[in-house]
């Protein structure tokens, strides 16, 4: 019997970071499927497919005529073998969350799916088009300091910069294209979510508080030296933004928000039509309503201890699957 085929592509260091050559043995050894790098340029048969573009599908937004070719090449091969290939994620659906905007709609129509116990909510937002008019906008939005700023670009490096906009004179750090959403108080604890197909792993990160910044106008950082794991060195955000004592004596996630959380990943994943991707949640202070806040396309995974297996079986389940129709 013919081995099967899996297809990847990714940049080398994504390669790298989650470890291409453990998912690689586990295909071989566990089941008996071969893979194989794709070239944009030279893209062979294969049953499934899994990727992350996020980085060539913005440099194509920025114009880069390269990235655009090569993001041409594989739409075109992925409707070429429309119906005989598996393919972890549609390309389309990839692109509602690259774009900030388009994510902050998709997570307001996923919220509306929800049944009502068990809701997740969207912090609502605003697209900046004129900073000229912006401290007017945000008045008449009901919006108050401190709030959040990011970039557009929702996915890779840039799209994990963002800054804290604490009075009206840090505003004059936005640009237009950003995005200006509320700051929720959280307790300084972060939900972060990763979903692989039908299995997903819930994980408790700090995040940011306020009350060491007073006098200053807007703070800027990279979200994700915040959320990392603080079993490490904290980084000098952490040590500028996270209130590390409440952190600490949040170790486990509760039973009721767990429940929430397998609720939401399935509604995500039909809402969003993707299988790898995760999702950071805050969960307000006194409310105790959930907010998600950001989706990323194929995150690391670091934490979601079985991750390679989880997905390796996915993967030749799929190609099987492809090979009897």
Same mark, same amino acid.
């Given at each position: 019997?013919?081995?099967?085929?899996?297809?990847?592509?990714?940049?080398?260091?994504?390669?790298?970071?989650?470890?291409?050559?453990?998912?690689?043995?586990?295909?071989?050894?566990?089941?008996?499927?071969?893979?194989?790098?794709?070239?944009?340029?030279?893209?062979?048969?294969?049953?499934?497919?899994?990727?992350?573009?996020?980085?060539?599908?913005?440099?194509?937004?920025?114009?880069?005529?390269?990235?655009?070719?090569?993001?041409?090449?594989?739409?075109?091969?992925?409707?070429?073998?429309?119906?005989?290939?598996?393919? #972890?994620?549609?390309?389309?659906?990839?692109?509602?969350?690259?774009?900030?905007?388009?994510?902050?709609?998709?997570?307001?129509?996923?919220?509306?799916?929800?049944?009502?116990?068990?809701? #997740?909510?969207?912090?609502?937002?605003?697209?900046?088009?004129?900073?000229?008019?912006?401290?007017?906008?945000?008045?008449?939005?009901?919006?108050?300091?401190?709030?959040?700023?990011?970039?557009?670009?929702?996915?890779?490096?840039?799209?994990?910069?963002?800054?804290?906009?604490?009075?009206?004179?840090?505003?004059?750090?936005?640009?237009?294209?950003?995005?200006?959403?509320? #700051?929720?108080?959280?307790?300084?604890?972060?939900?972060?979510?990763?979903?692989?197909?039908?299995?997903?792993?819930?994980?408790?990160?700090?995040?940011?508080?306020?009350?060491?910044?007073?006098?200053?106008?807007?703070?800027?950082?990279?979200?994700?030296?915040?959320?990392?794991?603080?079993?490490?060195?904290?980084?000098?955000?952490?040590?500028?933004?996270?209130?590390?004592?409440?952190?600490?004596?949040?170790?486990?996630?509760?039973?009721?928000?767990?429940?929430?959380?397998?609720?939401?990943?399935?509604?995500?994943?039909?809402?969003?039509?993707?299988?790898?991707?995760?999702?950071?949640?805050?969960?307000?202070?006194?409310?105790?309503?959930?907010?998600?806040?950001?989706?990323?396309?194929?995150?690391?995974?670091?934490?979601?201890?079985?991750?390679?297996?989880?997905?390796?079986?996915?993967?030749?389940?799929?190609?099987?699957?492809?090979?009897?129709?």
């Amino acid at each position: 019997m013919a081995r099967r085929k899996v297809g990847y592509w990714m940049r080398e260091g994504k390669a790298k970071r989650i470890n291409i050559k453990l998912i690689q043995q586990i295909l071989n050894e566990k089941h008996h499927c071969d893979l194989v790098e794709l070239d944009p340029d030279n893209l062979v048969e294969v049953e499934v497919v899994f990727h992350k573009l996020t980085d060539l599908i913005f440099d194509a937004k920025q114009g880069k005529l390269e990235s655009i070719q090569h993001v041409k090449n594989i739409e075109e091969y992925f409707d070429r073998m429309s119906g005989r290939i598996e393919i #972890f994620d549609p390309l389309p659906n990839i692109q509602v969350i690259v774009d900030r905007k388009t994510m902050m709609e998709a997570i307001q129509k996923c919220s509306n799916m929800c049944d009502l116990d068990k809701k #997740f909510y969207s912090s609502g937002y605003l697209y900046v088009e004129d900073v000229s008019t912006l401290s007017t906008q945000l008045t008449e939005r009901g919006y108050t300091y401190p709030m959040m700023c990011k970039s557009r670009i929702a996915q890779g490096a840039q799209g994990h910069d963002m800054s804290l906009i604490l009075n009206e004179r840090g505003l004059s750090t936005v640009i237009e294209s950003n995005v200006i959403v509320p #700051f929720i108080p959280h307790n300084a604890v972060l939900y972060k979510v990763f979903v692989c197909g039908e299995r997903h792993k819930t994980l408790v990160r700090p995040s940011i508080t306020v009350e060491r910044l007073a006098g200053q106008d807007s703070y800027n950082f990279h979200s994700d030296t915040v959320s990392k794991n603080v079993k490490s060195a904290p980084s000098q955000v952490q040590q500028d933004l996270c209130c590390m004592e409440t952190m600490n004596k949040v170790s486990d996630v509760s039973n009721e928000l767990l429940d929430h959380v397998s609720h939401w990943c399935e509604v995500l994943s039909k809402g969003l039509g993707l299988s790898l991707f995760g999702y950071d949640v805050l969960v307000e202070e006194g409310s105790g309503k959930a907010y998600i806040v950001d989706i990323n396309y194929m995150p690391g995974y670091a934490g979601f201890e079985d991750f390679h297996e989880v997905l390796c079986a996915m993967l030749a389940r799929s190609a099987q699957s492809s090979r009897d129709t």
